[in-house]
């Protein structure tokens, strides 16, 4: 029960009906028995400062950010992390004593669905990112300081903005690791060559998202093979059509519900400093009609 007491948390986007974020962290909240509650707030494009000096305002813990406002948040923000600001994107804003610091719980996101999800560790040498936006942004940072990447390759329908994403990637090398980072289009000829050394290929585009469920990045299933992990951020279908094409061609797949479990339960615990229930959050993104 709401009460006088009750600490809020909450989420800004726009699109934000649909957010599966509010039935995730209100289970963990009820499971650790907290007085406390997360709450989705619809804000508009021209509404983000008033949305985050608001924070400040109404004395709310934290918010996650999303689409499409995790650029627009960081200049009404007093601190940035270091992950946050290479990437250039921030989806969690911790209040603390009216300072509003951002992070990035994507990059964790990423690292634990492929560790504790699927269990691949070390990752492969060779890796693709389908995709160039803000997404796959923070994909590539995440992949590129993993042990076991050698090289990272970038496939995109706008090929030129997969080679600024590659060539920022590597000028940010320091934290990045000695990856090679490259970058090509989605014509069949460099989807195959990419594929074909690949342990683990990872969608970082909305591609085959409902509604648009027979959509898919790559519909050829002879560019997959057994041995190899697609991770499909979509998560709505849970079984996309690129995940059956890649299961046609031998592959494993998983979709992105271990990354949206990860990085909730990461910005959980830089609120609230206690251990996420992550079992209790996942149990309530499956469990949800979608
Ligand atoms: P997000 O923040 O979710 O990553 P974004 O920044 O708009 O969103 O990026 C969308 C990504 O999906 C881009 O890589 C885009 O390719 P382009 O750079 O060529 O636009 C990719 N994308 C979107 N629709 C696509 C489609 N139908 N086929 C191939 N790629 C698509």
Known sequence: MVTGKTTI?????????????????????EALGLDW????FRVSSDRVREAVVGVRGLNIRGINVTVPHK???MPFLDEVSD????????NTIKHEDGRLIGYNTDVYGIRAALRYGTGLHPLPPEVVVLGAGGAARGIVYALAGCEGVERLTILNRTVEK??????EMLAGAAS??????????LDPGDVRAALKSAGLIINATSVGMHPQVDDTIIDDPDAFCEGQLLLDTVYNPRQTRLMAVAQCGGA????????LVYQGAKSFEIWTGMSPPVDVMRGAIEGHPS
């Open 9 to 29: 948390i909450g989420v800004i986007g726009d699109p934000i009906a649909h957010s599966l974020s509010p039935a995730m962290h209100n289970a963990a909240i």
């Open 37 to 40: 509650c997360y709450v989705a």
């Open 176 to 185: 990045t690791g000695p990856v090679e980072i490259e970058a090509h289009s």
């Open 252 to 259: 494993r797949a998983v979709n992105g519900i271990d990354m």
């Open 162 to 167: 997969a080679e600024r994403l590659a060539e």
């Open 83 to 90: 992950e946050a600001s290479a990437i250039g994107a921030v």
């Open 71 to 73: 650029q627009a948040v």
